[in-house]
């Protein structure tokens, strides 16, 4: 069974940078396409970034041009860049494989929690 493990989370103030690593036990990880999943307080848990086997990456509008999603096949590790952060990038965040209608397809991980706030 594929195990996720995410880690780089953290207190940060407005415009500052995290870097995430999500690093998933398991073979096949470089068939798959990869996403980072964020749920802020009290919202559902939805797909902000994803990157492809063939490394096409797709962001939600409100990440795009600040996050960036990319992935060592190598290492079975996905990474999200994180960039002049916004308090409304709060939330924990999870990375799973992401199928069809972006739902997940392995069993979540203990996610990260990455709070921006002065």
């Known amino acids: 069974q594929v195990q996720l493990v995410e880690s780089g989370g953290g207190l940060v103030q407005p415009g500052g940078s995290l870097r995430l690593s999500c690093a998933a036990s398991g073979s096949l990880f470089s068939t798959r396409t990869m996403g980072w999943y964020r749920q802020a307080p009290g919202k559902q848990r939805m797909l902000v970034a994803h990157?492809?086997?063939?490394?096409?990456?797709t962001y939600v509008t409100s990440v795009k041009d600040r996050f960036t999603i990319s992935r060592d096949n190598a290492a079975n590790t996905v990474y999200l860049q994180m960039n002049n952060l916004t308090p409304e990038d709060t939330g924990v965040y999870y990375c799973?494989?992401?199928?069809?209608?972006?739902?997940?397809?392995?069993?979540w991980g203990r996610g990260t929690q990455v709070t921006v706030s002065s």
């Open positions: 799973n494989n992401v199928g069809a209608a972006w739902a997940p397809l392995w069993p």
């Open positions: 990157i492809t086997s063939a490394d096409i990456k």
